[in-house]
Structure formats: structure tokens, C-alpha cells
């Protein structure tokens, strides 16, 4: 009787073993999207933090579903995007981030606007969005080295939409700072990156002034390369961050 359980149990094992293997014997994923997300006003990528925390990119596959669950995929620092890991098949694609979304629904959670893009992803996909900033940082001149070791910058804040509904109050100004070109909110050097909270509408009389910004805590140490960059964000949602493009400066 036992020799008969135990051929049962082998039997059983290599029957899950074969069907494993079957389950297993498919093509794995190969399809490539790639694309920018563009500020409309300016016609330049927007530029966002790397990895988590900033632009990302939504995928609704409804080659097989009608109620897709969402797959995200990260934009990097200057604006672009490039997965190559997806299977083909057909995607309702949109941005999200620090501008106006691109859904948006009532109150009823009924779609009252709908700029994303249905595409079929097959080989090498691009897929461009435009979209209108929460705001628009410029840098006014190059950064300064300081007698002193510090570093200053000087910059200015615009509004990147016309739209009153996203016009909200800007919460803070940080000027980033990290020893590698990777730097934002997710990554910068606390020890020199000051940062300026603003209360209420107080930031709103400064939009289009030009603003300074002088590192904190000391010299600079020496002999390196720094990497410079300015984020603002405004009250809405999840507080993202808009930023200016990254700038290098030597101290010797």
C-alpha cells in the first residue's frame, strides 16, 4: 500500500512540474515605450525627480480588460521615459505629475476631460505629452561662487497655467544641491540646500521677481563638482515638485 501512495505522489509531482513548465513557456516581456513629457508653453521637457516622486507614466491595458489595473512607469530627471519591458497590446497612456492633469473628473466621478492617448504598443512605441506646469521655474544667470565657499543663484517663478483651478499657493522654494547630477527633492545634500517656506498667498507678490538663494551651512568643501537645481511646488494634491534644469559648478 505504501509503494502504491508513493508512486501516487510522484506521479503527482511531475504532473505539477510539467504543468509549471507549460505555465512558464511564455515570450517574457520585450515591447519598448518610450517618449518626453513636454512643457506646452515652452516646448521643452519638463523637467521632474528621478525615479519615484515625480512624473509618471500610466498605463491602462485594455486589450483584455475593460477595468485595467493601472501600470506606472517613471519618468526620468530631464523629462523623458524609456521601458522596454511591456507585452504588446493596446494602452490608454497618460502623465501625471506637477501640472495640470491630464483626467479630471467631477464631483459624480464622471470624466470631464480626457487628453490621454490609446496606442498600440508593438516594438518600439513613442508616445509625446504636452501638458501645462503648475509652475515655471527659470534661472536668471549662472551660479556664483562665493568668496566665502558658499554658492549663490538667482532665479524666477511664473505660473505655468492659466487655469484659476490650479493656481493654488506656493507652499515652498528649495534650491537643491548634491555631489552627483541626480538631485532633487529625493536627492540633494541637506547639510548646504536651504529651502523658504511661504504662508498663505505670501509667495504670489514674488511670481516673476527674481528670487537669491545662498547655500547654507558654510564653505563648500573643495575640489569637486556640485549640481545645482531649483524646485517649487504649490498646494495641490501631492505637492510635486517643478524645477528648473540642472546646473554644474566647480569649487577648486
Known amino acids: 500500500m505504501k509503494k502504491i501512495l508513493y508512486a501516487i505522489a510522484v506521479c503527482a509531482i511531475t504532473l505539477a512540474g510539467s504543468s509549471c ?3 512558464d513557456n511564455y ?9 518626453s513629457v513636454i512643457d506646452a508653453g515652452t516646448g521643452k521637457t519638463l ?6 516622486g515625480g512624473t509618471r507614466i500610466k ?14 512607469i517613471s519618468s526620468m530627471q530631464d523629462g523623458t521615459f524609456n ?7 493596446t494602452n490608454k497612456i497618460s502623465a501625471e505629475g506637477a501640472f495640470v492633469p491630464m483626467v479630471q473628473t467631477d464631483g459624480s466621478g464622471a470624466t ?29 544667470g549662472e551660479p556664483v561662487l562665493n568668496n566665502d565657499g558658499t554658492v549663490t543663484v538667482n532665479f524666477k517663478i511664473t505660473r505655468g497655467t492659466n487655469d484659476p483651478a490650479f493656481q493654488q499657493n506656493i507652499t515652498d522654494v528649495h534650491l537643491f544641491l548634491n555631489s552627483n547630477k541626480f538631485v532633487g527633492n529625493n536627492n540633494y545634500d541637506n547639510r548646504y540646500s536651504p529651502q523658504i517656506d511661504f ?13 537669491s538663494l545662498t547655500t547654507k551651512g558654510g564653505p563648500l568643501p573643495t575640489k569637486r563638482d556640485y549640481f545645482l537645481r531649483i524646485g517649487a511646488r504649490t498646494d495641490y494634491g501631492l505637492k510635486y515638485y517643478n524645477y528648473t ?7 577648486p
Open 21 to 23: 513548465k507549460k505555465l
Open 27 to 35: 515570450d517574457s516581456p520585450n515591447e519598448t515605450l518610450t517618449g
Open 47 to 52: 523637467q521632474t525627480e528621478n525615479g519615484g
Open 59 to 72: 498605463l491602462l491595458e485594455t486589450s483584455w480588460s475593460d477595468n485595467p489595473t493601472p501600470f506606472y
Open 83 to 89: 521601458y522596454t519591458k511591456l507585452f504588446p497590446g
Open 112 to 140: 470631464t476631460v480626457d487628453k490621454s492617448q490609446t496606442v498600440e504598443i508593438k516594438g518600439t512605441t513613442t508616445v509625446n505629452f504636452s501638458v501645462d506646469p503648475f509652475l515655471r521655474i527659470e534661472w536668471v
Open 199 to 211: 504662508n498663505g498667498s505670501s509667495a504670489n507678490a514674488q511670481l516673476g521677481q527674481t528670487i
Open 245 to 251: 534644469d540642472v546646473k554644474t559648478i566647480s569649487v
